[in-house]
């Protein structure tokens, strides 16, 4: 039985960081793509950050290049944070190809964990 669960989350001001962690179990450890996804309230669920299993390549969202690094293991760096990061971050894994949706779709993933939150303030 496929297994994912975040950790990491917390509060922390403007500018700080955190770094997010994604335990899993229950499929091949390097399924063909794990990610980040977040969803803030009363808004959509939007990818953050994803990494590709064969060559380490990664894709992020254009409002967190260069703030956020996410690493072969599927851990998320979050560095120089702002309250718009204020959301529930969920780790996703195994895509399910393009007729469900770009790297970017949540559509595509078929596995998700319970998700871990992230607070900043100014």
């Known amino acids: 039985q496929v297994h994912l669960a975040e950790s990491g989350g917390g509060s922390v001001q403007a500018g700080g960081s955190l770094r997010l962690a994604c335990a899993y179990s229950g499929f091949p450890p390097r399924t063909n793509v794990m990610g980040w996804f977040r969803q803030a309230p009363g808004k959509e669920r939007e990818a953050v950050a994803v990494i590709y299993s064969e060559d380490g390549a990664t894709r992020y969202a254009d409002s967190v290049k260069g703030r956020f690094t996410i690493s072969q293991d599927n851990a998320l760096q979050m560095n120089s944070l702002k309250p718009e990061d204020t959301a529930m971050y969920y780790c996703?894994?195994?895509?399910?190809?393009?007729?469900?949706?770009?790297?970017?779709?949540?559509?595509?993933?078929?596995?998700w964990g319970q998700g871990t939150q992230v607070t900043v303030s100014s």
């Open positions: 996703a894994a195994l895509y399910m190809g393009p007729s469900y949706g770009g790297w970017d779709d949540s559509r595509a993933y078929r596995y």
